[in-house]
């Protein structure tokens, strides 16, 4: 069982910046992706930013130029890291990380897919 807890979300003036954290554990896979996702109320998750099963990282283009992703080991865990600067208010929104086994490359990070239950991201004027 794949477990995926976010961190990091509050509340930030618009040009400030924030980190999220996302812990993975019990991920083994050899092919294995992570991402993170944005949802706005009552509507779709929309897709921000992952890294490939080959370690190659796709970037949203709401996002790219503010926001970074790298990633981290940690004894059997693996660390999700999104770096967001420039936040604007319309950044505001829940925050979710996602995790997929058996992902295929270039497919979107979709295989074996779980989630985090996401952390909420405010930014104000």
């Known amino acids: 069982q794949v477990y995926l807890q976010e961190s990091g979300g509050g509340s930030v003036q618009a040009g400030g910046s924030l980190r999220l954290s996302c812990v993975a554990s019990?991920?083994?896979?050899?092919?294995?992706?992570m991402g993170w996702f944005r949802q706005y109320p009552g509507k779709e998750r929309e897709g921000l930013i992952f890294?490939?099963?080959?370690?190659?990282?796709?970037?949203g283009d709401s996002v790219k130029g503010r926001f970074t992703v790298s990633e981290a080991e940690e004894d059997d865990k693996k660390i999700l890291y999104l770096q967001m600067n420039s936040l604007k208010p319309e950044d505001s929104a829940m925050y979710y990380c996602k995790g997929a086994r058996w992902a295929t490359l270039g497919n979107g990070c979709n295989g074996d897919n779980y989630w985090g239950q996401g952390t909420q991201v405010t930014v104000v004027n």
């Open positions: 019990g991920y083994r896979s050899n092919r294995y992706c």
């Open positions: 890294i490939d099963v080959d370690g190659s990282i796709n970037y």
